[in-house]
């Protein structure tokens, strides 16, 4: 998951009792391969090319989760990352914030300090990004005037004006619905909570200003035993609002649909449906989920939706089914920093501006395990109150220290406001979720192309004729005021 971490639901539950296995390593670690995501990336065919903040594959000989990286450059101070574990691409580490440009060497050291051989990437100023296809547009040949009598002068007609469409006055965000606004907890095992004592896990979070739990309801097709009518009754009659939440995979989603649908007679609020890298890929089955979910819960049921913060890095997850026509009212993207490997600021940065095109308003869940420091946790929550959202929720409460539990008691600190987060820039040869939520918009306002995720020829034309005909630079790229106009 929201198992705690961009690796995956399992990394969560193992990270207080997994022993650091590098420490245990009698060898150094073994470094046979340095790779960009994605690997496809025509300017990392031969030396990996990133920027700060892009992920790095890492591949080798005793390699394991929680070793330390090191990035050199041949001119400035060392920084370091750490590997973590990604379910599709393996272990990965992001390149640290304020790496010098130019060529670096890369080396990764034991939980004994026994270092590894070094590989070299190239770390940019800039985004790496594919090169833009060349295309040509046939030109008309101009015609060649008619020959008029010589007494009769020649007047070429003014051309036409091209109509101009006007693009919409923006209109008001969607606002959040209510169950969703406040801060809240999340809980996977009850019994691991204050050993499932109802009482003292409403004195916690309500003592922390919270709201609303989140509990596990369904993992897959399967109801949870531990999520049941009583339960929510419980909790609702300390003052809580309860919202139950679901695993999905795609393998059965009419089984999956049946078992969020079922959970709605517990009582609960409202419900969350949790999508990762396991639907990669599935859009029709993404789609017979959402169908299924709103034809039992009904069009009005509060939904949310949860998965991974960075849509371009998983690229292959249907957001745009998800948080589509008939999907979730309500985008809660894990937002956990820590585990990302980034700093606050520059995590939700990210987060905001690959989700923000959904137009579903964010309550992002926050990283409560693993001891983020007091001025990551107080700067997460004046970020979020920043951009104006009511409250946020925080992942999890099992696996929660104390000392953490003692600043989120605090009164929420003063709004900071962030720059502008800017929009996904999509060019012709891009593919992913983004492309087929841009594709969907241009279908929307009549283009008659096919959404696939696939930003080829039609889809540039699609967008060039969208942008001419609003008085925008045809240029086929989408920047702040195109993704605005689509958006309406």
Not at 32 to 50: F, G
Not at 86 to 94: A, C, P
Request: net charge positive; proline share 10%; hydrophobic share 40%.
């Amino acid at each position: 998951m929201i198992g705690g971490s961009v690796a995956g639901l399992a990394v969560a539950v193992s990270l207080a009792a997994a022993p650091p296995a590098a420490q245990a390593a009698a060898k150094a670690p073994k470094l046979t391969a340095l790779r960009c995501v994605p690997a496809t990336l025509a300017a990392c065919k031969r030396t990996p090319t990133l920027a700060v903040g892009d992920r790095l594959q890492v591949r080798g000989s005793r390699l394991v989760r929680g070793q330390q990286v090191s990035f050199k450059p041949k001119k400035g101070a060392t920084k370091r990352g750490k590997l973590v574990k990604d379910r599709k691409l393996g272990l990965v580490v992001t390149v640290p914030a304020k790496t010098a440009p130019g060529s670096v060497s890369v080396t990764v050291a034991s939980g004994s300090r026994k270092r590894s051989n070094a590989l070299k990437i190239k770390v940019v100023a800039k985004p790496v990004k594919t090169p833009k296809p060349t295309t040509s547009t046939p030109t008309t040949p101009t015609p060649k005037p008619v020959a008029a009598p010589p007494s009769v002068p020649v007047v070429a007609p003014s051309p036409a004006p091209a109509p101009v469409i006007p693009i919409p006055a923006p209109r008001p965000a969607p606002a959040l619905p209510t169950v969703f606004t406040g801060a809240g907890e999340w809980i996977w095992f009850l019994k691991d909570a204050d050993g499932g004592n109802v009482d003292a896990i409403a004195a916690r979070v309500k003592a922390a200003g919270m709201s609303t739990l989140f509990i596990k309801a369904a993992d897959g097709k399967d109801a949870d035993p531990q999520y049941t009518g009583p339960l929510v009754d419980a909790f609702h009659a300390r003052g809580l609002r309860v919202c139950g939440w679901q695993v999905v995979y795609g393998g059965d989603p009419g089984a999956e649909a049946a078992a969020a649908v079922a959970s709605k007679a517990t009582g609960q609020d409202c419900f969350v449906v949790n999508a990762e890298d396991q639907y990669a890929n599935r859009y029709a089955q993404a789609r017979q989920y959402v169908d299924a979910v709103r034809a039992g819960l009904g069009n009005d049921y509060p939904v949310g939706f949860t998965s991974h913060a960075y849509v371009d890095a998983h690229a292959s997850v249907p957001y745009s089914v998800f948080l589509g026509p008939g999907g979730a009212q309500a985008n809660l993207p894990q937002v956990y920093w820590k585990e990302i490997g980034g700093s606050v600021d520059a995590v939700t940065t990210r987060t905001i501006a690959t989700n923000r095109i959904y137009d579903v308003p964010m309550a992002p869940i926050g990283q409560g395990w693993n001891d983020p420091s007091p001025d990551e946790l107080r700067r997460f929550r004046a970020i979020w109150a920043g951009q104006g959202v009511p409250g946020v929720s925080w992942w999890r409460a099992e696996i929660t220290a104390q000392p953490t539990w003692n600043v989120l008691n605090e009164a929420a600190p003063a709004p900071v406001a962030l720059p502008d987060p800017g929009w996904p820039s999509l060019k012709a040869g891009d593919s992913g979720d983004l492309v087929r939520r841009l594709q969907t918009l241009l279908v929307a306002a009549g283009a008659t192309i096919t959404a696939d995720g696939q930003f080829g020829p039609a889809t540039l034309n699609a967008l060039r004729s969208y942008q001419a005909a609003r008085a925008l630079p045809a240029n086929g790229q989408t920047d702040a005021t195109t993704w605005q106009a689509l958006i309406g």
